[in-house]
């Protein structure tokens, strides 16, 4: 948390056409961290990517790569050949496979010899050695994906930029790509910054999220952050109502899970090594609330909970409770009334352990 | 019936045994031509390129003006290049009129909104993210445009063909500037249209017959070059 900022950018303004499309007061990117940006279409997010990276030259303004202002040709050059940005197609061109991931080398002016290492040695990150000598066109789009991916790695950036890195690629590509790049990200140490738009990708990959709304940052903070304490409606219903419980994998013995949280202990259904850091996402309406343990259920997960908010929605309540760990439940109106819940009220919270949704995350 | 099978067979006889007029000809309006197509691959090629990265105010007009060229009729073309190199025109002290040297000026001219036309159209069709794409990747800007250019070539062999099939088919401008001069400004064209006036037919089928096979063997080249699948 403490690490050094590599970006920072003041009082961007960007403007197209007469609508400010961009405006940032501050945005900081902090030394080996994965920073997601996420928000709905239209929110800016792959503008501020490209504004970042040097791309886009904002009407207002200051970025700072390193301590240093970035205000002259020189020094965006400078900053550029220090960042490598992956678009959200994979704008490879019309040549091998080897010669695109290449291509930023070349401009470097190395010999072949070290853009040879280079490359393969990219290409075998991505997994993708055995394309070396395909055409370029003739890939799939995981495949074409994957080349786009090595040939910005391949140039050893500083930082990353990457802009929906999985859209437009079907489930199981998706996952084995995301499931790479999160072994490469953690291994060369890259600081990155992603365009996403996917809760799952979001809390698999980063561990700071800053959310976007009409171009303007609504929230940034660190992924449970975000997810667990939202600071206003938007970012709620953007992120969801799950609660999202970080924890790390204590046992797992025929697909069922022992994961610490906090102290206490989860009971899920899945298959995680041991020591894996996961988080354990809970839906609000699989809480059961009762007064006081009951004999016999099938719950797996019980716990007592002091209930330290109650907020009313709609037809239903809104409960936040802790139980050693945050979770919130929704309660019907009769149940509310039945069980005489108050603020400062202790409750028994259970769910079952095929209602908690495991994801793995990054470090 | 008779004119056309005698005239077939001749013209047969001519091309195979390298009739030495026939050839001289031939080769004039390859070297011609080849030349004016050179040139205005430079100009057309650049200015295309530049029209297409770069805004400015008027350039929608711009790019008009381009596409009208592109089928500027040869004798308007003619007309002008003989006013300005004429004996007492602006570049009259050239002394050109009537030598290769005005044809390849008159061709080029031809030829460049050709190039241009199509090169406008192969660049700004790119991916609009691929120049930022390449430039991410660390290039300058002359290498990024050359990267544009190196990947837009298909579409720019095609203004390759399209430029020289224009220019070497053309007569208009030929005659007007060159003057048809035998052993030294005559071209297929040019010697086509004399021949037939003279009735000639034998040496105007040949001549014929070599500008289509001219004109099919370069673009023949240039389509299997186009074509050409396998990475470079």
Known sequence: MN?????????????????????????????????????PNGAGKSTLLLTMAGLLKPNYGKIYYRGNPVDSRASRSEMRRS???????????????????????????????????????????????????????TLSGGEAKRVSLARAFALKPELIMMDEAFSSLDPPTRESLME????????????????????????????????????????????????????????????????????????????????????????????CSIGQKVYCCLRPENVTISGQAQGN?????????????????????????????????????????DLEITPGATVIASFKATAVHVIRRER | MDLIVQGVIKAFELIISFDPEVMGITWLSLKISGTATFISLF??????????????????????????????PPVVVGLFVTMMIWRSGPFGFLEILYTPYAMIIAQAIIATPIVMGISLAAIQNLPPNLRLQILSLGASRLQMVWVLIKEARLPLLAAVMAGFGGVISE????????????????????????????????????????????????????TQIQQRQHPR
């Open chain 1, 3 to 39: 690490s050094e900022a590599i970006m920072k950018i003041e009082n961007i303004i960007l403007r197209r056409g007469g609508v400010t499309v961009l405006d940032i007061p501050e945005l900081h990117v902090k030394q080996g961290r994965i920073i997601a940006i996420i928000g």
């Open chain 1, 83 to 137: 960042i490598s940005v992956v678009f959200q197609e994979p704008l490879l061109l019309n040549t091998s496979v080897y010669k695109n991931v290449a291509l930023g080398l070349k401009f470097r002016h190395l010999t072949g010899s070290e853009i040879e290492k280079s490359v393969d040695e990219s290409l075998e990150y991505f997994g993708i050695s055995s394309l070396t000598k395909r055409s370029a066109k």
């Open chain 1, 180 to 271: 790479d790049l999160r072994h490469i990200l953690e291994e060369t140490k890259i600081t990155a910054v992603m365009a996403l738009h996917d809760r799952e990708e979001t809390l698999r990959l980063a561990q700071d999220v800053t959310v976007m709304a009409a171009g303007k940052i609504i929230q940034s903070g660190t992924t449970s952050q975000i997810f667990n304490q939202p600071d206003s409606e938007f970012v709620a219903n953007f992120v969801g109502t799950e609660s999202i419980l970080e924890g790390t994998v204590s046992s797992c013995a025929e697909g069922h899970m022992v994961i610490s949280v906090n102290g206490k202990v989860i009971e899920a259904v899945g298959d």
């Open chain 1, 297 to 337: 259920t099938s719950a797996r997960n019980v716990f007592e909970a002091k209930v330290s908010r109650v907020i009313r929605q709609g037809f239903f309540y809104k409960l936040t409770l802790d139980c050693g760990f945050p979770l919130v439940a929704y309660i019907t109106m009769p149940s509310y009334d």
């Open chain 2, 43 to 72: 100009i057309g090629v650049s200015i295309g390129t530049v029209v297409a990265l770069t805004n400015f105010y008027g350039k929608r007009v711009v790019i008009s003006l381009i596409n009208t060229g592109m089928g500027l």
């Open chain 2, 171 to 222: 007569i208009g401008a030929s005659i007007m500037v060159g003057g048809n001069i035998k052993g030294y400004s005559r071209v297929l064209t040019t010697a086509t249209v004399m021949e037939t006036g003279k009735g000639n037919f034998d040496i105007a089928i040949a001549l014929g017959i070599i500008l289509l096979l001219v004109a099919f063997a370069i673009n023949a080249l240039l």
